[in-house]
């Protein structure tokens, strides 16, 4: 029954991803936290479990992105590799700090970015393009940036570097690619942090790794790839800046109540 949850759970992901062009990660994380807490899981652990979960599932996703990508020759690998060590120190560096949070102040920081997402989401708000890429120093301190805040939260990064890439003139398909290549080292640390930072915490359910569940891991995985091409494809057929400015009011909901439920506002 648990398995069949995460599957439904996986499937909206991935529908919801493919229909607005946001990162899985900020559908997973708020759903995984409302069926963990079904689960009556800890408050203590339910948030890193959440985050953790999350982005051990955008390892498996990156992979297939990031080759679908490649072949169309749309990554700019030169690019990623000056990313890569700053997002390696700060994909590492999120998930310490998100081990020296409490659960509470973890689900405020996120309902807090949802929000955030939600406001650009909803108003639009990108810059324009105007200058060229940094260089090596500038990526890398970019990358260590992007990392730590996708650790944080559980993201993949794209939220961060498509506007990053897209500001500093480089084509939307290539950006878009660039970030799906930039996300798969995120998401390995980040997990791999999750899991060690996780390991002795009281409360933890069975099949957990640290602060990864895998019956959630298993139940996403499965079925986020395929039902995220269900939403690309409709993402042609449906009235997509509409969807987005309603997506994006569901958006400021549910960063509300991340921040209110945490207990640190009232």
Not at 66 to 86: E, N
């Given at each position: 029954m648990t398995l069949i949850v995460y599957l439904l759970l996986g499937g909206c992901a991935g529908i919801i991803a493919g229909l607005f062009g946001v990162g899985g990660g900020l559908i997973i994380v708020p759903a995984l936290l409302y069926a963990f807490g079904l689960q009556q899981v800890s408050p203590d652990i339910m948030t890193h479990m959440a985050v953790g979960t999350s982005l051990a599932t955008i390892v498996v996703t990156s992979l297939s992105s990031?080759?679908?990508?490649?072949?169309?020759?749309?990554?700019?690998?030169?690019?990623?590799?000056?990313?890569?060590?700053?997002i390696i120190l700060g994909s590492a560096l999120g998930a310490v700090t998100a081990g020296l949070l409490s659960g509470p102040q973890l689900q405020l920081g996120l309902g807090c970015f949802v929000l955030l997402v939600a406001v650009q989401m909803g108003l639009g708000l990108s810059a324009a393009p105007q200058r060229e890429l940094p260089g090596s120093f500038g990526l890398a301190g970019a990358g260590?940036?992007?990392?730590?805040?996708?650790?944080?939260?559980?993201?993949?990064g794209g939220s961060l570097t498509v506007p990053l890439l897209s500001w500093c003139n480089v084509q939307m398909q290539r950006a878009v690619a660039t970030s799906a290549a930039c996300g798969l080292p995120i998401a390995v640390v980040a997990a791999a942090?999750?899991?060690?930072?996780?390991?002795?915490q009281p409360g933890l359910p069975a099949w957990s790794t640290g602060?990864?569940?895998?019956?959630?891991?298993?139940?996403?995985?499965?079925?986020?790839?395929?039902?995220?091409?269900?939403?690309?494809?409709?993402?042609?057929?449906?009235?997509?800046?509409?969807?987005?400015?309603?997506f994006a009011a569901f958006l400021l909901v549910i960063g509300a109540r991340l921040a209110y439920g945490s207990g640190l506002l009232a």
């Open positions: 990031v080759r679908a990508h490649h072949l169309r020759g749309a990554v700019q690998w030169p690019t990623v590799a000056r990313m890569v060590p700053g260590a940036a992007i990392g730590w805040v996708s650790a944080l939260f559980g993201i993949g942090g999750y899991m060690l930072e996780g390991q002795g602060y990864v569940y895998w019956p959630a891991f298993a139940g996403i995985v499965i079925a986020s790839t395929p039902c995220a091409r269900v939403g690309a494809q409709l993402a042609h057929r449906l009235p997509a800046a509409r969807l987005k400015r309603i």
